[in-house]
Every structure is written in structure tokens, then in C-alpha cells.
């Protein structure tokens, strides 16, 4: 009934998201529709916790006449309360529904709906909520050409998206806000893969997300932390919650940065919408590699699916920065891949776990990368396996990438696992993605650590055997140099491919024959 209900949702929100698209490019009407449904969950949330508060006497919150006296003591209760529990405190008359159905009965609402979203933002001011809740309605400009041509078009059509999610019960149940929050990762998902390039700087394609988040717990049925130094919409850091969950697990707190405004708002909104409570995350806006915020903090687990190949400074001071220093060089200023890893592996705890999408180029690029590799494998000894992924399976780039799993104190200290999932994958219109099998395939191979032909190989590091090792190739870390997936052609048969060919020969006669023959009925001479 959960699932029926979630698809149900999903028709709804994409339709009313619909309504929005006139003359908006996708990222812009995805800030307005989920903007608009996160402040009906804010004040659904407010609505029902308030109602509870006032059960024994027999009140209900919309109810409350804030003229009065009586009305305004209740209020001030109220807000004291809320503010504490939820983080932020609405006036019944700053709730979606009242302000929806004024919308429906043609009345101006425009003003009144940027108060109210202001409002939210000021009743948190100077408590633990403020840094959570601070601009994240910046990206809805009510005042913007592109909602209408007037004030009464705009009006209009605020309205109509208002009435029509007014109609949705988001939080008739308490286990559906799940639902509301994978609804709403539906919609952000949708808008990735009609957003081209940008879409990858705010949305890891999900199965990816999981393969990350199953990587980063194997063995774990509870996380002290979970950080994400590119966490875009925050769409990894829930997927690894999600699959503590699924243990019967919790994770203790949520950690991540984000360079882009909107999408650090879409991140603070996806954990409110997913029932995460306002003291057990941190997100923050800066670009993680010049500016980074939780530097001094060591996580369980460390998840990344960074820009790839971005520009950084790559300034000569952070040769001194703790980050980097032991490495001796830094990575490219045209490809900062590397540095996330750097930065991925300073931020992890010693019995923590990391998995970082990144493009097959670490793999054996040479120069500063080739150096830093080679630290990373035979000084540190931190890689623990490379998987390699299918071509286009992210938005907005069809590149082949891959996954490294990092871990400081390693298992198998002296061996590096292997995968070459490339060719396991489904087909859709524009994009390839990993189905349920394949991502069984990948972990089932991390489970048992063994070579598998044309899928897997466990390579040690230095030559201990007659195997062949990593140190011998140089730390290029190129998988089929390990794994080998060449396909031997069939052995041709000269004789049946000549049978073939002279049948061909005689069935070409036997049709020019016949052509020969109807030219000669119509009268047609030299045809030949």
C-alpha cells in the first residue's frame, strides 16, 4: 500500500511540476515546485505537532484566534515548544492550507506567501536551527517574469500550483514521510536527467548511490557519522541511512559541503523532508577543497561522487596543508580528482570506510597523479579495490568511470581487488544503468574477494608470487591490465565459408537468370 501510495505521489508531483514549466529551464522550476513542497510539509509538520500539544484542551491549531489575548498565550507556548522539537515555529494563519485556499478563492496572495516564508527563516533565528533553515528559500523569486507576464498572471499561477498540492495528504501517516521523501527524490531525479551537464552536480543516478552506500556498511549495522565533502541534493548521505536502517541500525550524524547555493538548499531540505532531525546534521556552503568545514572531524563512513576532473587552485601553500602535505605533490589545477581523494581520506576515521566515483583517468594518468597513486598504494596502503563502471550511466556525461574503496586499516593489506563491471548494465532511451543483478554481482565479488574470469582478480602489490602485481606494472591501476576480458573470435572454417560463398554465387545466377528473362518480356535489350 506504501509503494502504491509512493507511485501515486510521484504522478501527482511531476504533473503539478508540470504546470510550472512555461518558459523555465528545468533547475528553475525545480527550486519553485520543491520549494513550495517543502513549505507544505513545514507546515503539515507544524500543524499536527501543535494539534498534539493542544489535544487535552481540546483545541486545535487553526483554530486559535490570534487577536486574542488567550490566542496570543497560546502562541507564545506553542512557539516555545516547536521551536525546540521542530526548529521552526508557523502562526496558524502562515499555514499552506490557509494560504492555498485563499489562492483558490481568487484572492492576491503573493505578498502574503513571501512573508511567510521569511517568517519561517526568522523564528529560528538565534536558536540551534538558525544555520539549517538560513536562505533556504532564497531560490523562489515570486517576483520573477518567468511565473507571468503581471502581478494577477503570476498570482494565477501560484495559485494553481498552491491548490493542487493543497489536495495531496503528504503526512496522513507518520511512516509516510519516507515516502514523501523518496517522492521527492523522484522529482529531483526527473529533473537530473533533463538538466544535461548540470544535473551531475546535484544528483547521483540511485543505483550508484546504493552501491556506494552498501560499499561503505558492509559489515555495520549502525554509523557514529556519514559525511559527503560534494553532497549536491544529499542524496547519498540518505541512501547510506537508509541502508543502516535496513539493518535496524541509525546513523548518528549527517555530515556534508556543497559549493552550489541552490543545490546546498535542496541538500538542508531533502534531510528535513527525510526525518532527519535538525541537531543531527551539518551542511554546509563553501567549496570543499579551498574552504573546507569539517576539517577536524573523522567520519565512519565517507561517501563522493565529486565534479569530475574540476579546476581548483592548486595554490603552492596547500603543500603545507595537513590534507596534502604527506603526498609531496598536488593534483593537477585542471583535474582536482585526486585532491577530493586527499581530502576524502584526511576527513576518515581510522576503522571508517570511503567510496568515491571518479573517472577512469586516476587510473593511470601519470605525472603528479601517478605519484600520488603510487603514495596511496605503497606508503599508505589504502586502496582497496577498484570497480570499474559502465559507460553513461550519469547525467550529463557519458565518460567511463569507476569507484575506489579506501580503508586505513585494511583487511587485505596485501592485495588490491579488481571489478570490471563495465559491461553489466541495463538500456534506456538516452542512459544506461546498473538493474539489481548487476549491483549483486559487483558485491557479491567484494564479499568473497575472488577472481572471477572476465569479472574480477585479486592483484597483490608487490611480487610475491608469480602473479602479476601492482608494483610491476607500475601502480597504473588500469583494470585490464588485471582483469581480462578479451573475447577470442571463433576459428573460421575455410572450407564452409567457401561453401557459403559459392552458394551465394549460384543463388545470385539463378536471380540474374530470371531478371534476364523478364527484360526480354518487356522488351528491354542490353540490359547486361
Not at 533547475?27 to 505537532?49: N, T
Not at 490566542?71 to 499552506?96: M, R, S, V, W
Not at 503573493?110 to 536562505?135: C, K, P, W, Y
Not at 600520488?372 to 589504502?382: E, F, P, T, V
Request: charged residues 25%.
Amino acid at each position: 500500500m506504501v509503494e502504491q501510495h509512493k507511485k501515486a505521489l510521484e504522478k501527482q508531483l511531476w504533473n503539478i511540476a508540470n504546470t510550472l514549466r512555461g518558459n523555465m529551464s528545468a533547475d528553475e522550476f525545480r527550486d519553485y515546485i520543491l520549494g513550495f513542497i517543502f513549505y507544505k510539509y513545514l507546515s503539515e509538520r507544524m500543524d499536527l505537532y501543535a494539534d498534539e500539544l493542544l489535544k487535552e484542551d481540546g483545541i486545535k491549531f487553526d483554530a486559535i484566534d490570534e487577536s486574542t489575548d488567550e490566542g496570543k498565550e497560546y502562541l507564545e507556548a506553542i512557539k516555545e515548544e516547536t521551536i525546540d522539537h521542530l526548529g521552526y515555529f508557523l502562526k496558524p494563519n502562515e499555514l499552506f492550507h490557509v494560504l492555498a485556499q485563499k489562492g483558490e478563492n481568487g484572492e492576491f496572495i503573493l505578498e502574503d506567501l513571501s512573508e511567510v516564508l521569511n517568517h519561517i527563516e526568522q523564528s529560528t533565528m538565534g536558536t540551534a536551527a538558525e544555520d539549517d533553515f538560513n536562505g533556504l528559500f532564497d531560490d523562489l523569486d515570486l517576483t520573477s517574469n518567468k511565473l507571468g507576464k503581471t502581478e494577477n498572471a503570476k498570482n494565477e499561477l501560484i495559485s494553481k500550483v498552491l491548490t493542487h498540492l493543497d489536495d495531496i495528504d503528504f503526512l496522513h501517516h507518520e511512516t509516510d514521510i519516507d515516502v514523501l521523501g523518496d517522492a521527492y527524490e523522484y522529482l529531483i531525479g526527473q529533473f537530473a536527467s533533463g538538466a544535461g551537464k548540470k544535473a551531475g552536480e546535484f544528483y547521483t543516478p540511485p543505483m550508484v548511490s546504493t552501491l556506494l552506500a552498501k560499499l561503505v556498511t558492509q559489515g555495520k549495522d549502525k554509523l557514529k557519522s556519514v559525511y559527503d565533502p560534494t553532497c549536491g541534493s544529499g542524496s547519498l548521505l540518505l541512501k547510506v541511512s537508509k541502508e543502516i536502517k535496513r539493518k535496524g541500525g541509525e546513523v548518528g550524524g549527517y555530515f556534508g559541503q556543497e559549493s552550489n547555493p541552490s543545490t546546498y538548499n535542496l541538500a538542508r531540505m531533502n534531510m528535513i523532508l527525510h526525518g532527519v532531525h535538525y541537531r543531527n546534521f551539518d551542511i554546509q556552503q563553501d567549496d570543499t577543497l579551498e574552504q573546507p568545514h569539517h576539517v577536524e572531524k573523522r567520519f565512519e563512513a565517507v561517501v563522493a561522487n565529486p565534479p569530475f576532473s574540476a579546476g581548483w587552485s592548486a595554490s603552492a601553500g596547500f603543500l603545507t596543508d595537513e590534507r596534502f602535505q604527506d603526498y609531496g605533490k598536488l593534483a593537477p589545477k585542471g583535474k582536482a580528482d585526486f585532491a577530493f581523494v586527499q581530502h576524502m581520506i584526511h576527513q576518515l576515521d581510522e576503522n571508517g570506510t570511503m567510496a568515491v566515483v571518479l573517472p577512469h583517468g586516476v587510473l593511470f594518468r601519470g605525472a603528479a597523479e601517478g605519484h600520488i597513486r603510487k603514495h596511496l598504494i605503497k606508503d599508505k596502503n589504502y586502496l582497496d579495490a577498484v570497480i570499474g563502471l559502465p559507460v553513461n550511466i550519469f547525467y550529463g556525461t557519458p565518460i567511463p568511470t569507476c569507484i575506489l574503496v579506501l580503508k586505513k586499516n585494511r583487511q587485505h593489506s596485501d592485495n588490491i581487488l579488481f571489478i570490471d563491471a563495465s559491461k553489466n548494465y541495463g538500456k534506456a532511451t538516452n542512459q544506461n544503468y546498473l538493474r539489481s543483478e548487476d549491483l549483486e554481482a559487483i558485491l557479491s565479488a567484494v564479499d568473497s574477494r575472488q577472481a572471477q574470469d572476465k569479472f574480477a582478480y585479486v592483484a597483490p602489490i608487490q611480487k610475491t608470487s608469480n602473479y602479476e602485481t601492482i608494483e610491476e606494472h607500475d601502480f597504473n591501476l588500469n583494470i585490464p591490465r588485471y582483469v581480462d576480458t578479451f573475447e577470442e573470435e571463433e576459428d573460421i572454417n575455410l572450407a564452409s565459408l567457401l561453401t557459403d560463398i559459392e552458394n551465394v554465387n549460384v543463388e545470385l545466377d539463378s536471380i540474374d537468370s530470371k531478371l534476364e528473362v523478364f527484360y526480354k518480356e518487356l522488351g528491354i535489350k542490353g540490359v547486361r
